[in-house]
């Protein structure tokens, strides 16, 4: 049984670049969460995807967009990178309504912002 | 809103030493709690969750009570082993449909041999 698994693993970018990450959940999952986790932090909470819409979002700036397909998986997109962009960005899968159930982490996107 | 305190770290203990990591919480409803564990170049594992109130979590002799006349999610075990360096991080979920989770900012854990 396949975990969640994300990629690229790192990636390095320049400000002002545009990135793009991507998110597989657990299978029998239907809903993405995107966490952000900078360095010496616990994660912060982007937004949450299903059925294909965006349920819900954390304090976060529009520059970070998302998209779910009709296979579950996910993406991130950050466009005019910031230094402050710069953390570990980690996809969570779960079930929708389940609230009392466990999300599960993917290992995550490390991206650097130079 | 929503909010976790977390004991601040590091922690460094000898191995076979007692553990409590401390977690507070404020919530506007009733929620879930969960302490997560990051090794080293890993992601988020589950460790632990209660559910409501009075429900002691337990994994891998880690313990953990929800208690809600305190708002508290004290993480605890008995003796610890080397291998149980890692992040830990207390969480919670507000039981919204959305269901996404507020952490704490994380104690790190170092046991020495």
């Known amino acids: 049984d396949a975990g969640v698994t994300q990629s690229p693993t790192h990636l390095i970018k320049t400000r002002g670049q545009q990135v793009t990450l991507r998110c597989s959940p657990k299978?029998?999952?239907?809903?993405v969460s995107w966490y952000q986790q900078a360095l010496g932090q616990g994660p912060q909470f982007i937004f949450q995807y299903y059925e294909e819409e965006e349920r819900q979002r954390g304090n976060f700036p529009d520059r970070f967009s998302g998209h779910q397909f009709p296979n579950y998986s996910s993406e991130l997109n950050v466009n005019a990178l910031l230094l402050g962009d710069s953390a570990l960005y980690l996809c969570?899968?779960?079930?929708?309504?389940?609230?009392?159930?466990?999300?599960?982490f993917g290992p995550g996107t490390r991206l650097t912002v130079l | 809103g929503n909010s976790v305190t977390q004991m601040e770290g590091p922690v460094t203990l000898s191995e076979e030493a007692f553990l409590t990591i401390n977690c507070t919480y404020t919530a506007t409803g009733y929620p879930s709690l969960f302490w997560y564990v990051q090794y080293p170049g890993e992601g988020l594992q589950l460790l632990l969750k209660?559910?409501?109130?009075?429900d002691k979590g337990s994994n891998k002799g880690f313990e953990a009570t929800y208690r809600k006349e305190t708002t508290s999610f004290h993480l605890e075990k008995g003796s610890v082993q080397v291998s149980d360096s890692a992040v830990y991080f207390c969480a919670l979920s507000d039981q919204t449909g959305a269901n996404n989770l507020f952490f704490g900012t994380g104690t790190r854990l170092t046991v020495i041999p």
């Open positions: 209660a559910t409501k109130a009075d």
């Open positions: 969570a899968s779960s079930l929708w309504g389940r609230f009392t159930d466990t999300q599960y």
């Open positions: 299978s029998g999952h239907d809903t």
